[in-house]
T-cell receptor, first 115, second 114 residues
Framework: EAGVVQSPRYKIIEKKQPVAFWCNPI?????LYWYLQNLGQGPELLIR????????DSQLPKDRFSAERLKGVDSTLKIQPAELGDSAVYLC?????????????FGQGTRLTVV | GDSVTQMEGPVTLSEEAFLTINCTYT??????LFWYVQYPGEGLQLLLK?????DKGSNKGFEATYRKETTSFHLEKGSVQVSDSAVYFC?????????????FGSGTRLSIRP
């Protein structure tokens, strides 16, 4: 079974440019997460989807970040315009159900460098 | 809100040494506790989990016991190998304020010398 697939693996862009990341979760997983991981820190939740509905986006900087999960399967996270401080690893994860026993499966991440 | 605190790294040990990585948590309700591992160049992988007090999670020789009285979930391994070199994250989910999101600690980098 394929795991969570993210692309691209690496992205280098100039500040003020737009960038988009794509995630394909594990088949059948209803819950999808986008996490931000800064160097030397643990992942922090940006947004969580249940099917196509964003149920927790309180940590998403909505002035420049947007996300969508059309049809409740794969998802795209966009930054426009990018800032130097956005350089980080963006992780996508999915799980089959919500609740206290939630085990999330992570993709390899997209490492963004803004110059 | 819910949070996780784990010992800062890096931790450097010789092969076959005993490992402990401390993790404590703050949460209301009854969260589940996890250890995730991130090997170089790879994504986060679940190492082990425990869903209620006094549960012991174990995998690949690693163990951690959910201690509600001390709000701890320390990771231990009796004899580490070079292949255990990675970053380890303690995490929780299912507390009153964390609900279905997973809250991570800052990670502990482990290096094992041959």
């Amino acid at each position: 079974e394929a795991g969570v697939v993210q692309s691209p693996r690496y992205k280098i862009i100039e500040k003020k440019q737009p960038v988009a990341f794509w995630c394909n979760p594990i088949s059948g997983h209803n819950t999808l997460y986008w996490y931000l991981q800064n160097l030397g820190q643990g992942p922090e939740l940006l947004i969580r989807y249940e099917n196509e509905e964003a149920v927790d986006d309180s940590q998403l900087p909505k002035d420049r970040f947007s996300a969508e999960r059309l049809k409740g399967v794969d998802s795209t996270l966009k930054i426009q315009p990018a800032e130097l401080g956005d350089s980080a690893v963006y992780l996508c994860a999915s799980s089959s159900r919500t609740g206290v026993n939630t085990e999330a499966f992570f993709g390899q991440g997209t490492r963004l460098t803004v110059v | 809100g819910d949070s996780v605190t784990q010992m800062e790294g890096p931790v450097t040990l010789s092969e076959e040494a005993f490992l402990t990585i401390n993790c404590t948590y703050t949460a209301t309700g009854y969260p589940s506790l996890f250890w995730y591992v991130q090997y170089p160049g790879e994504g986060l992988q679940l190492l082990l989990k425990a869903t209620k007090a006094d549960d012991k999670g174990s995998n690949k020789g690693f163990e951690a016991t959910y201690r509600k009285e001390t709000t701890s979930f320390h990771l231990e391994k009796g004899s580490v190998q070079v292949s255990d070199s990675a970053v380890y994250f303690c995490a929780l989910s299912g507390g009153v304020s964390s609900a279905s999101k997973i809250i991570f600690g800052s990670g502990t980098r482990l290096s094992i010398r041959p």
